[in-house]
């Protein structure tokens, strides 16, 4: 059974940092592509980034490029997102996916429940 678990959530001040991990279970992540997505209440779920599996390509929304990395340990079964220079628009539920395909795909089918992450002063 596929499984992903977030963690890593909770309260910051603007300008600080949070590493989110998504801990997966029930398939062999070396094999497959995970992103991140996010989304705040009356808001439509963002893409924010995803890592392929072979050459570990990653990508980011824009509005995250050059704060926020995505990086994955194949031997922990975990993906990781490092959020840096944190705004309160970054605060929302975040969230892992994958749908067992290598590259990023358009569409995701297994879901984590979500971690929230709220930046504010």
């Known amino acids: 059974q596929v499984r992903l678990v977030e963690s890593g959530g909770g309260l910051v001040r603007p300008g600080g940092s949070l590493r989110l991990s998504c801990a997966t279970s029930g398939f062999a992540l070396e094999y497959y592509a995970v992103a991140w997505f996010r989304r705040n209440p009356g808001t439509e779920r963002e893409w924010v980034a995803c890592?392929?599996?072979?050459?570990?390509?990653?990508s980011y929304a824009d509005s995250v490029k050059g704060r926020f990395a995505i990086a994955r340990d194949d031997a922990k079964s975990t993906v990781y997102l490092q959020m840096d220079s944190l705004k309160p628009e970054d605060t929302a539920v975040y969230f892992c996916?994958?749908?067992?395909?290598?590259?990023?795909?358009?569409?995701?089918?297994?879901w984590g429940q979500g971690t929230y992450v709220d930046v504010s002063s």
């Open positions: 996916a994958t749908d067992l395909t290598e590259q990023c795909p358009v569409d995701f089918n297994y």
């Open positions: 890592i392929s599996t072979s050459d570990k390509t990653t």
